[in-house]
């Protein structure tokens, strides 16, 4: 996947006073306003999570280009080593999220066999 998505890393802004939600992106900041670029907004206006449910959904998307590139790095080194078949359910949960994050199936070899 060419890098499409805005680069990282991400920040989470603290909660808004004005309505609640938690701002997400590169130029998140503590008292930040809705002008201020962001790539995600985690509100919670129907009161159907917990603030803390709400809070750590924001700390996990502000985490993602992070997480992606980690398990990109992590896919690439791993390669088609001889210990593949110890690693192999690792792998397989690894290239699964990331298709995920790339927007594309994943069907594994073994479903294949």
Known sequence: MDKAYTSG???CAEKSPH???YYI???????MDSVSPYVAIVTDSCHSVSDETATANAALIASAPELY????????VVGEKDWMSVMSP?????????AHAE??????REAQA
């Open 25 to 31: 992106g590169p130029a998140c900041y503590e008292g």
């Open 69 to 76: 590139e980690a398990l990109k790095r992590l896919r690439e």
């Open 19 to 21: 309505n609640g939600s």
């Open 90 to 98: 690792v792998i397989v949960d690894v290239d699964a999220a990331l």
């Open 103 to 108: 927007n594309r199936d994943y069907h594994p």
């Open 9 to 11: 890393p991400w920040y």
